[in-house]
């Protein structure tokens, strides 16, 4: 399969900013192919950005160009990035966006991109992803190395990347994304646990205790609110036809304890 050059943004899916994109990046390399992973990224959420991101490059073909642009720094001092990991590229600000990749992905290769030449002139500093990003995505995408787009750096910012505590007959981790349909993933994975089966588990997450969860969401009668191991191989807390957020009123961050 050839690569592509992948769009993450928190534009919106109605916004014509993505179409900008595409047509930025198609003007200079015509032939390449663009897929839209997600424009509903909640405004300036990074760390949604991150998990999205180090979830959804893992589909694609090896050496694809991944933009991410979740960037609430636009215009200010914060660099634009280059980064080459084990699988493929990511252009993104440096504002933390990549930290799952840093961590998971690595070892890695950092550039900030400085070259201007590569740049769309602009008067203004409000839209990197069509005047810096865009252009980078199709110049690379021609094959380009790297390196020609700016000095390499080892100075990424990063947000610390959480990890379940395990201590005896217990796992205490936390929410790390919030899907469309409410749905709470955690960062406890299947790995963590002795077995597949959750019937005997019991988790807590605020002010709610679940016992025993579930194998697919249908086994909770509806409106329930129960938990299960997800497609990703995560501890998702779920409400059978209705949005677990919603109802336990959590956010991102919440501790999750599990009792084994």
């Not at 990074?46 to 991101?53: G, L, P």
């Not at 409000?126 to 021609?142: E, K, Q």
């Amino acid at each position: 399969m050839k690569p592509v050059i992948t769009l993450t943004t928190d534009f919106g899916t109605r916004d014509y900013f993505t179409g900008i994109l595409r047509g930025v990046i198609l003007q200079i390399n015509p032939d390449i192919r663009i897929v839209d992973i997600t424009h509903d990224i909640p405004p300036f959420e990074i760390k949604t950005a991150a998990f999205v991101i180090s979830k959804a490059h893992r589909d694609f073909p090896r050496g694809s160009i991944h933009m991410v642009v979740v960037d609430p720094g636009v215009g200010s001092e914060r660099r634009p990035l280059l980064v080459v990991s084990r699988t493929g590229f990511f252009l993104a600000p440096d504002n933390g966006v990549l930290s799952y990749v840093y961590e998971e992905d690595g070892p890695c290769q950092i550039y900030e991109i400085k070259e201007k030449k590569f740049f769309l002139p602009s008067s203004g500093n409000t839209f990197h992803g069509r005047d810096i990003f865009a252009p980078v995505a199709a110049w690379l995408s021609t094959g380009l190395e790297a390196h020609s787009f700016g000095p390499a750096i080892n100075d990424p910012v990063k947000f610390p990347v959480s990890k379940p505590a395990l201590t005896q007959g217990n796992i205490t981790g936390n929410v790390v994304f919030i899907d469309h349909f409410g749905n709470l993933i955690s960062n406890i994975r299947s790995s963590h646990l002795p077995s597949p089966d959750l019937k005997h588990l019991t988790l807590k997450i605020g002010e709610q205790t679940l016992k025993g969860g579930k194998r697919y969401y249908q086994e909770a009668v509806k409106g329930e609110i129960s938990f299960t191991i997800n497609s990703s191989g995560h501890i998702e807390i779920f409400q059978n036809q209705g949005s677990a957020v919603k109802t336990l009123e959590i956010s991102l961050d919440e501790k999750v304890s599990l009792t084994l």
